[in-house]
């Protein structure tokens, strides 16, 4: 009972400290002069000892906008009457009359969203002016409910390590999770005024916490210290992976997030089951002309544009679910932001749920099962496309992997019905389907084949009934069977496709080798292409599946299906660049027992991430919240062909060596026996 008490209270202790840390960073107080890095990083168009010629302009990232604020501005003295052209937040230019000491004060007025942009001139007829100090003092600290909820989480991380680990592991711990949520909640602000001494004044508490790790770790016995060191990099994951997306999540993504925009609004509005059109918005003998293609279905109107929808029911209820969770809990957002997350947060919370699916999958107890999961959270294979891009595939991989892992298992009831729900919500999870039926009939034969058809047809059963009592059965199909026709030889993933695409164009001239590789639709091609792609993903796909079925190591279905994802990333025609997600995840799924994998998930991940920001550079920023992004997201956008040449076709040239690799070293890891847990 008194470890019990002690344990509590060093809980308690270490989570209030970690509250005050956050409480602490969250705050800011502006206060720039003239010869500071932090003057230079946030005023733009004033010279280092802060001469102001036409327009200087002075951003604040992070300025909280709950309530109106003032912003001092001060100046070299000048005549009497002598004024500033203030603009905020790139409104209209107002002159304000400067006090005789120089100064003067700039009301910001409550916005939605943080974060504030001053633009200044000299008054009419006037000459160059000289800033001497930008300050806005008080701002306040992050909402008392973020300090809490950071301190309840570090008092159970304690408590909890404590009992299994000892005191004085748990207080290390402790200290280090207090730092790093005080330095996740500090606004950019204080990080672009490092190295001033306002700035680090300001991290000299958080700094001390730091310093308390170092001083408890360094006397801990050398297996404490290796398991404070794996610990650690966990925790910085955790920490770094939230950031990340709570960061990134209102960013507008890439171009695709306005038509699932367009798609989420329609069903909101209308309703699940009319949201692929209303009853009778096929004419009268027309639908199989629009299953071939040869009539246009039914389109959205949005914004002066239309759209076809062709994701499945489940994507839709998820975004009407997001939009509705939104719109309750962060009134706080302004529309366009709202639209932002509501439509990203279905793939973030399928990185949360492809966490607990990883610690389930390789063992939640296990250094390995905590790294894997670890690995995912924090590396950019998961949240660049899903918080900062808005690419739905977070949402599918943690049900397909889930439904490989309940097949391993025996669980065919569930397998079957994981299957048809990743299916309904991407259909690209019918690429786990070999693997996941080989792993049920080596576990029991045919009937559990048929447990596992029988709960996939009853899932799609209730997926269809809102559209079978509604009369609107009829549009969804036609919408949803339109994501099975590639419209292009590759529509962006780096594969020997897109290198045919660009030989095309050179040869037709249209292009050069140092253009754009284009998009080249099947139409211009007399050749069954999609045919002989769609025959040789089928081929690897059985190939890997003979592997399966010989194999006695539990990771075989993971390796299986990890083979038909890259197979159909490979060989498939109108593959997209964010198609390959759920690959890595599966990789992920095996441990990455042996250094061929290793090498494998490094070399695709590293290509898969490039390949997503070559087209997509960083996303789009709108809006004051990242203003102070704007320029490195325009730097981004141009890496594409910054070398004179499309980057991406050196992708092409990585991934056609990687995928040779891979096929050399699968017979090889199906019969490792580190592949065996």
């Known amino acids: 009972m008194l470890n019990y008490w002690r344990h509590a209270s060093l809980a308690a202790g270490l989570g209030l400290i970690t509250s005050l840390a956050v409480l602490w960073m969250g705050g800011t107080t502006f206060h720039l002069k003239p010869g500071q890095k932090s003057f230079q990083r946030l005023v733009a168009g004033a010279s280092p000892n802060g001469l102001v010629g036409q327009r200087a302009i002075i951003s604040l990232p992070g300025l909280k906008r709950a309530r109106s604020r003032e912003v001092r501005i001060e100046t070299e003295p000048s005549s009497p009457g002598a004024s500033l052209g203030i603009s905020v937040d790139r409104g209209p230019i107002h002159y304000l009359r400067l006090h005789r000491d120089g100064s003067v004060l700039v009301s910001i007025l409550s916005a939605r969203g943080p974060g504030a942009r001053l633009d200044l001139t000299p008054g009419r007829g006037e000459g160059p002016l000289r800033l001497t100090a930008v300050g806005i003092n008080d701002e306040g600290a992050l909402p008392l409910g973020v300090a809490v909820i950071a301190g309840v989480a570090s008092s159970v991380l304690v408590f909890a390590i404590a009992a299994g680990k000892g005191m004085a592991l748990a207080a290390s711990l402790g200290f280090l999770t207090a730092f790093l949520l005080g330095l996740a909640t500090s606004p950019a602000s204080w990080l672009l005024a490092i190295p001033d001494r306002s700035s680090l004044v300001r991290f000299v508490p958080v700094g001390l916490l730091l310093f308390g790790v170092f001083t408890i770790v360094w006397r801990l016995p050398e297996a404490e210290r290796r398991f404070f060191r794996q610990a650690a990099l966990i925790l910085a994951a955790i920490v770094f992976g939230v950031w990340v997306r709570w960061f990134f999540l209102p960013s507008s993504g890439s171009w695709d997030t306005d038509i699932r925009k367009a798609w989420m609004l329609r069903t909101v509005t209308h309703g699940l089951s009319r949201a692929y059109g209303d009853p009778g918005s096929i004419p009268e003998g027309q639908f199989w002309a629009q299953m071939r293609g040869e009539e246009i279905p039914w389109r959205i109107p949005h914004r002066a544009r239309e759209f076809v929808i ?123 389907g070999p693997a996941l039926a080989v792993a049920l009939y080596q576990r029991g034969g045919s009937r559990e084949l048929g447990k596992a058809a029988a709960a996939a047809v009853l899932v799609s059963f209730f997926v269809f009934l809102p559209y079978l009592w509604n009369g609107t059965v009829d549009t969804m199909v036609v919408h949803v069977y339109r994501i099975f026709a590639p419209g292009n030889l590759s529509s962006g993933y780096a594969n020997p ?181």
């Open 310 to 432: 062709d994701y499945p029911p489940l994507s839709m209820l998820l975004w009407k679910w997001s939009w509705s969770l939104v719109s309750r809990i962060a009134p706080e957002l302004d529309y366009g932001e709202s639209q932002n997350v509501a439509v990203k947060l279905p793939a973030v919370a399928g990185d949360v749920a492809a966490v607990l699916v990883l610690l389930w999958t390789v063992g939640a107890r296990t250094a390995r099962g905590l790294s894997m999961a670890a690995l995912y959270w924090c590396l950019p294979i998961s949240w660049f496309s899903s918080a900062v891009l808005g690419h739905h595939d977070g949402a599918l991989a943690p049900l397909a992997l889930a439904a490989v892992i309940a097949g391993v298992g025996g669980r065919a009831s569930m397998a079957g019905s994981l299957l048809a729900i990743a299916w309904w919500t991407k259909p690209l999870a019918i690429l786990v």
């Open 497 to 677: 496709w897109w290198f045919l695409g660009q030989t095309i164009s050179v040869a037709s001239g249209e292009g050069t080798w140092g253009s754009r590789v284009p998009f080249v639709p099947l139409s211009r091609i007399d050749l069954p292409l999609a045919a002989i792609g769609a025959s040789l993903v089928v081929l690897t796909t059985l190939a890997a599946c003979v592997l399966q079925l010989r194999s006695p190591a539990r990771d075989a279905a993971l390796l299986s299906a990890a083979t038909a994802f890259f197979s159909y990333s490979m060989l498939g025609l109108g593959v997209f660049e964010n198609h390959p997600h759920v690959l890595f995840l599966l990789l992920l799924g095996t441990g990455l027992s042996s250094g061929r994998l290793r090498l494998f998930f490094t070399l695709t991940a590293t290509t898969y991430v490039l390949n997503l920001a070559l087209f997509a550079g960083l996303g789009r920023f709108y809006g004051l919240r990242f203003w102070i992004l704007e320029e490195w997201a325009s730097w981004a956008s141009g890496m594409r062909m910054a070398l004179g040449f499309d980057l991406t076709l050196v992708l092409v040239v990585i991934n056609t060596v990687g995928f040779a690799m891979w096929l050399v070293w699968l017979p090889r890891e199906m019969r490792s026996p580190l592949s065996i847990r």
